[in-house]
């Protein structure tokens, strides 16, 4: 039986309303991930790892966890003409009900490629790709009409042009009524210019990592980063990984504090990509702040206990799965279980309406076939290391 969609936002649904919830654009690479490697394999030597999955990554990251959570999304990116080009966009388009409209086939253009290894909780990775043949905003043209687009700040292609000059795709779906949800990379020149948040003027939204945003603010703990960044974008988030995450709403009067689930934590690869996408999911549903974060990192809190990427980013199904489970060990699984039970009780309004059969994780793998490792608990029963971490990198 085929997984059943399932439309959060079915209530807002009308003729008028925009043909996408979530516009993106960016880089999409063949992930090829190793996992329980026993170490890194030294110089002149073969190591055997125990599983291995295949699946699109990059922005395919962010575009499949907006997907799985039910958003109406359209992807911009560049595909080659080879069988890795076929793989990663027959899974987008036909598995993960990503529009790719707006994307090009390049003929004599190869896809980057990802390899991910896997050891002890940690994860090193070797890329290879080139150039795409065409920018962004060539390749898109008039961007579709969405409700928000989701964007990393550079300056390469910076927002906020000055009147007269060319705008890129974000500024002018802004424009047509986007709302504009920004990120940032880490800065490996170590400058950290804090000229790149003049960009926010804008955004609707900004969502760095504590040690992006101190580094971008000049400041020395997050919550004081958060203050600085809540006075120049509407809505300001900050994830600290185990510690949890703090945003302010500027449009509501809301400020928040939700921490981290307890987890498993085992390849935080993509869980930045995850939090995000429940925060644009939470936004554009009109929750309370809390609840956001809430749900953004229990999102989180699901990808980092599997491996690879896109391949962990949970659909409204695990969620269900992950409910059901906390509600029913509450009185019996001790303070925390009660205290989770409490948390996530807004999850009882949105649950119930999904279907048996709603979309889970995908197995996507070139391999047929990804012999990685299961979820843990979702209520852990010993103590276990807190999840939901980022780690600063230059592609998640």
């Known amino acids: 039986m085929s997984a ?17 919830d979530v516009f993106l654009a960016g880089t999409v690479f063949l992930d090829i991930v190793f996992t329980g490697l026993p170490a890194m394999p030294a110089a002149g030597t073969e190591t055997w790892a125990e599983g291995m999955g295949s699946c699109p990554g990059g922005i395919a990251n962010l575009a499949i966890a907006t997907s799985r959570l039910g958003l109406r999304t359209s992807l911009a990116a560049a595909f080659g003409d080879d069988d890795y080009g076929d793989f990663c966009w027959r899974t987008l388009a036909e598995q993960e009900s990503v529009d790719l409209s707006k994307s090009r086939r390049f003929d004599q253009w190869h896809t980057p490629v990802t390899v991910s290894m896997a050891v002890d909780r940690d994860r090193s990775m070797v890329t290879h790709g080139h150039p795409a043949p065409m920018s962004a905003s ?47 990379g880490w800065d490996p020149s170590g400058a950290w210019s804090p000229s790149l948040l003049d960009q926010l003027a804008v955004c609707h939204a900004f969502m760095p990592n504590a040690v992006e945003a101190m580094a971008y603010t000049g400041t020395d703990n997050p919550r004081d980063a958060l203050y600085v960044l809540a006075d ?14 703090m945003a302010i709403d500027s449009t509501t009067g809301e400020e928040a504090y939700v921490p981290a689930p307890r987890v498993r934590a085992l390849d935080p690869t993509g869980a ?3 939090f995000g996408a429940g925060i644009v999911l939470g936004t554009l549903s009109g929750w309370p702040l809390a609840d956001r ?6 999102c989180a809190g699901l990808a980092v206990q599997q491996f690879g990427g896109s391949l962990a980013a949970p659909g409204w199904g695990d ?5 059901h489970e906390v509600r029913g060990a509450a009185g019996r699984g001790g303070a925390y279980g009660d205290s989770l039970a409490r948390r996530y009780a807004f999850l009882d309004r949105l649950v119930p ?9 995908a ?4 391999a047929r076939h990804a012999d990685l490792e299961p979820p843990a608990p979702a209520v852990p029963t010993e103590p276990e290391v807190p999840a939901a971490q980022r780690v600063p990198a230059q592609k998640e």
């Open 4 to 20: 059943q969609a399932y439309d959060p936002l079915a209530d807002l649904r009308s003729p008028e309303a925009p043909q996408f």
């Open 138 to 184: 060539e390749m898109i043209g008039k961007p579709p009409r969405s409700r928000a687009v989701i964007v990393t700040l550079s300056a390469e292609e910076p927002l906020g042009a000055p009147p007269g000059a060319a705008c890129n795709w974000a500024e002018l779906a802004q424009r047509d009524g986007a709302m504009i949800f920004a990120d940032v």
């Open 232 to 245: 120049k974008v509407p809505l300001a988030v900050v994830t600290d990984g185990a510690n949890g995450a």
């Open 272 to 274: 930045g990509d995850v």
């Open 293 to 298: 974060l809430a749900f953004a990192g229990v």
């Open 319 to 323: 969620i269900a799965d992950w409910w």
């Open 353 to 361: 309406t999904v279907p048996v059969g709603a979309v889970r994780r």
């Open 363 to 366: 197995a996507a793998t070139i």
